[in-house]
Structures are given as C-alpha cells and as structure tokens.
C-alpha cells in the first residue's frame, strides 16, 4: 500500500552506504512529512557534484579542476608522495597537519577474497605517477586492516623495483590510550617497532 | 580542503535522520567514487516525491491523490477509524492484515518537552474527521511511548465528549516472546488486563 513514488524514493535511499529498509524508510517519511526542504537541497547537491565532482589527473581525489590544488601547492614537497585509499583517508592525514609532501589517492585497497585486484585500485597510474623522476619517497597510508596490508605490500614490491623509497606509517599504540585496552596484536608491534 | 560543492553534498546527507558528520562524509564519497548512478536516482526519486506526493484530505496519510485509495476502498468499514502516528505506523497495521476500517495519520505524538501540542499534529482535523456521522468507534493506535500514551490520554477525552467510543490498541507480551526476557512493565499490563 506504499505509493510508488514513495517506495522509489525508499528504494533510491537503500543505494547510501549503512542504510537498510527500516532507515529508508524513515528517512522518506521524515523528508516528506517534516522536510521538504532538506530533500530539495539533497536532490539538488547530489546533481551539482556528480556534474561537477572529478578525479584530479595528477592525484585522484576529487576536485573540480583538472589538477587539484593540493597538487598545484608549490609550497609542498613534491619529492614525498603518500598513498592513501581514499580521499576521506587524505583529509584525516591533512587535519594531523604533518605532512608536506603530495598525495596519491588509490580507488581503494585490493580485495583477493571479493575478487578486488591492482588495475581495479588504480596501481598501474600511481606507478606512473611515482616514475615521474622527482618522487623520491612514497609513504604507503593504506589502513592497517587485512586488505590495506596485503595492498601495502604489493606496492612496496612494485615500487622497490622501480628504485624509489618505500615506507609505511608507523604502527602502535594510539596517542593517549591505556596500554591494558590496546589490542595485544598493536602492543606487539609497538614492541616490534620500539625505538 | 574538501571542495565546497562536496561540502555541501556532505551537509545535505546530514539532514537525513540519523546521520551524523562521519556517515554524511563516507555516504557522499561513497556515491562520488563508486555508484554516480545512485546518486543520481536519488536526486531524481527527492524531487519526484516531493512534487507529486502530498497528503490524503481524509486520512492524511502519504498519496499522490486527493484521496487515497485506502479511504476511497468501498470494501472497508468506515465506522472503524484507526488513528496512527506516522504512515509508518499505519503500514505495520496494514501488514497485520486485522484491520478493516479507515485510517487517520496524525503528525506524529504531543510531546510537552519538545513543545508539540494538539496543533501541532492536527488534532482537529482529526475530531472533525471523527463526528461526521459515520464514525462509531476510534481505536488509538499511537505507540506505546510516554509520547504516544500521553496523546492517547489526550484524544480519548476529546474523542469521548463527542459521543464516539474509544479503545485503544491491547498492551502485553508479544507473540513469540519468552517471559524471562520481557520487561517487568509489559508483564504488569499483560496481568492487569489478562483475558
Ligand atoms: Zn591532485
Ligand atoms: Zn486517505
């Protein structure tokens, strides 16, 4: 007995990340029954960036020009290039403000078990990227979860080969944590890697 | 150093319920890098059910008509009227399949903390609807809520100075619940109004 329009928008709702029927369903409801407005503003932002919205050429994160302005920056270090999964991944390394050097922002990380491999992240451009003769060092900022390692250390071997410099975010224990709730695979490496 | 027409993809994801700054940001790439489809079926679905959907001059519910086809269906008891909070509500009724009569949908519950009074979610219209002369009894269906208790208290009184009887919804132990794990208040009420 919902109305097709309704059950569309219901439907269109469950295509965002972490929404199931019963939020998109209240997300409708609560749109159409007590804000029109945020729907109209929605509708209207999701158009303007997926018609505005590309990749930058150099780096890949989003921008709206053909080459970013983080890549345009000369005050940053174009000897250093960091590579991250995503540009969420980029801004969290910006906000620590202790980095000076340019990005490259992979499509994600490989995935072998949901059949997720090098040319769908876009290795092959970083490769190209790394090769331009004035990189020296890249920083892999992949996560640390199963799929950013095993993506880390395709790249490291893939990058060692063309004679750059390859190193990885440090691992261990988060700045102000308590030792007893840190995981003891992250106290390991904190041993592993003390200095 | 997130491009303002992302930014502002970003705030409009957050006037959704239940979404906060971090599902807003992950929703927003998400759609950017991986699915510009979805984003533009969503666009498409908000400005399509906020043009053609508005409220049934009967019921209120959600309908593209003047009237919806609930209220229009010659095969329900139009004696029996079932007041809800949300079309929501009025789904989940619907999905029981016990219920034959006519429907109205408040605009949700009185809620003295927040300031939402009778006014606010139609009320009158609903005592209008009530005493046309066909109605004999209401059943309150509002949620079993402080909010919806109270707003139940309210329309009883209202509903029963004008001559209409009123029930309301049974409280008790749902079907297929072990006692050990229901609350103590639902096990009160199934004994107060044990059958
Ligand atoms: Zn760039
Ligand atoms: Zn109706």
Do not use: W
Not at 51 to 67: A, K, L
Not at 82 to 102: H, I, K, N, Y
Not at 158 to 180: D, F, H, I, N, Y
């Amino acid at each position: 007995m919902i109305d097709p329009v309704v059950q569309a928008l219901i439907d269109a709702l469950r295509g965002l990340p972490g929404v199931g029927p019963k939020s998109a369903q209240r997300m409708a409801y609560h749109l159409l029954q007590h804000d029109r407005g945020a729907a109209v503003r929605l509708s209207q932002s999701l158009l303007q960036a997926v018609d505005e919205i590309g990749h930058c050429e150099r780096c890949h994160t989003f921008s709206r020009d053909r080459v970013c302005a983080t890549c345009l920056d000369p005050a940053r270090d174009p000897r250093l290039l960091c590579v991250v999964e995503t540009p969420a991944d980029q801004g969290a390394l910006e906000r620590s403000g202790s980095f000076r050097g340019l990005y490259f922002v992979l499509a994600g990380a490989v995935s072998p078990l949901d059949g997720i491999g090098v040319r769908d992240i876009g290795v092959g451009p970083l490769l190209t990227r790394a090769s331009d003769g004035v990189v020296e060092e890249v920083v892999l900022a992949t996560n640390f979860t199963a799929d950013g390692e095993v993506t880390a250390h395709i790249l490291t071997e893939q990058l060692r080969q063309r004679g750059l410099k390859v190193t990885r975010l440090a691992r261990g224990v988060p700045v102000g944590s308590e030792l007893e709730y840190v995981d003891l695979g992250t106290i390991a490496h904190a041993l592993m890697d003390r200095r």
